[in-house]
């Protein structure tokens, strides 16, 4: 069966956030973990199964983003937010 992806949870999350990608037949090998785009950037995966990859969005993304799996066609979107203030 060829490999798609189904949801992000949650749709909304801020830099450092963690998303959950959530799909069929995603490329997980005991070798490596798969690749996964935030926008522009690679991100730091931090759990992969079969069906779901927990991705940490990095601070480089802001705006609608949308998230790609290597090997897998197609591509979700996850809005993230812009922090206004820090301190």
């Not at 090998?29 to 927990?54: C, E, K, M, N, Y």
């Amino acid at each position: 069966p060829t490999p798609r992806l189904l949801s992000i949870a949650p749709q909304f999350t801020i830099p450092g956030g963690r998303i959950s990608v959530v799909g069929d037949g995603l490329p997980v090998v005991s070798s490596a973990l798969p690749q996964v785009t935030v926008g522009d950037h690679s991100a730091r995966v931090a759990f992969a199964s079969p069906s779901t990859i927990g991705v940490v969005v990095d601070g480089h993304a802001a705006g609608r983003v949308a998230v790609r799996v290597g090997g897998v066609p197609g591509e979700l979107f996850v809005d993230v937010g812009v922090p206004i203030a820090t301190g």
